[in-house]
Antibody, heavy 120, light 110 residues
Framework: QVHLVQSGAEVKEPGASVKISCKAS????????MHWVRQAPGQRLEWMGWINAVDGSTFSSQRFQGRVTISRDTSANTVYMELRSLRSEDTAVFYCARSRGYSAYEFDYWGQGTLVTVSS | QSVLTQPPSVSGAPGQRVTISCTGS?????????VHWYQQLPGTAPKLLIYGNSNRPSGVPDRFSGSKSGTSASLAITGLQAEDEADYYCQAYDSSLSAYVFGTGTKVTV
């Protein structure tokens, strides 16, 4: 059975960085892509970027370019998302989500979400 | 940022049928990219409801159905049940942004 388990809630000050992990089980990490999605309180879902777990190539939304790094550790079956220069509007729940590939494919499994609170 | 537009809310009595529209543009739905739908119950992660415009994953009741035409898509829920109260989001790929875009979200009240 497929499971995506994310790391726990974080509280960060403005300007700091946060790194969230997403551990996959029940399937081989390198057979699927992984995406990250942000959801601010009461707001819609917002796609941040993805990683091709086969070769580690990544692509991020223009909105987050320069601030986000997505990486993976195939030996640990884990994908990471680091967001830098945090600001108050980054207070949100961040989700990892799996897909079979890029552009056409649905996100068939989601992590439980990680709440990041940015506050001084 | 280009988004997919949904009505903020729809409501219906138990047993009724409701539909949720998702309006896009020529760079996403109109460019023949598949539309997917997600259900998000309060306080939980989104769950895949419909993929590839009209396909249901295993375990999703056939009360849920999807369709697509031109630059729009729709999700229909028939035989509305109390457990269907949730937020629903459409999703597609956008070629002008080289990014996935989600709909603005629709709250269904039973």
């Amino acid at each position: 059975q497929v499971h995506l388990v994310q790391s726990g809630a974080e509280v960060k000050e403005p300007g700091a960085s946060v790194k969230i992990s997403c551990k996959a089980s029940g399937y081989t990490l390198t057979n699927y892509a992984m995406h990250w999605v942000r959801q601010a309180p009461g707001q819609r879902l917002e796609w941040m970027g993805w990683i091709n777990a086969v070769d580690g190539s990544t692509f991020s939304s223009q909105r987050f370019q320069g601030r986000v790094t997505i990486s993976r550790d195939t030996s640990a079956n884990t994908v990471y998302m680091e967001l830098r220069s945090l600001r108050s509007e980054d207070t949100a729940v961040f989700y990892c989500a799996r897909s079979r590939g890029y552009s056409a494919y649905e996100f068939d499994y989601w992590g439980q979400g990680t709440l990041v609170t940015v506050s001084s | 940022q280009s988004v997919l537009t949904q009505p903020p809310s729809v409501s219906g009595a138990p047993g009724q049928r409701v539909t949720i529209s998702c309006t896009g543009s020529s760079s996403n739905i109109g460019a023949d990219y598949d539309v997917h739908w997600y259900q998000q119950l309060p306080g939980t992660a989104p769950k895949l409801l419909i993929y590839g415009n009209s396909n249901r994953p295993s375990g999703v009741p056939d009360r849920f159905s999807g369709s697509k035409s031109g630059t729009s898509a729709s999700l229909a829920i028939t035989g509305l049940q109390a457990e269907d109260e949730a937020d629903y989001y459409c999703q597609a790929y956008d070629s002008s942004l080289s990014a996935y875009v989600f709909g603005t979200g629709t709250k269904v009240t039973v």
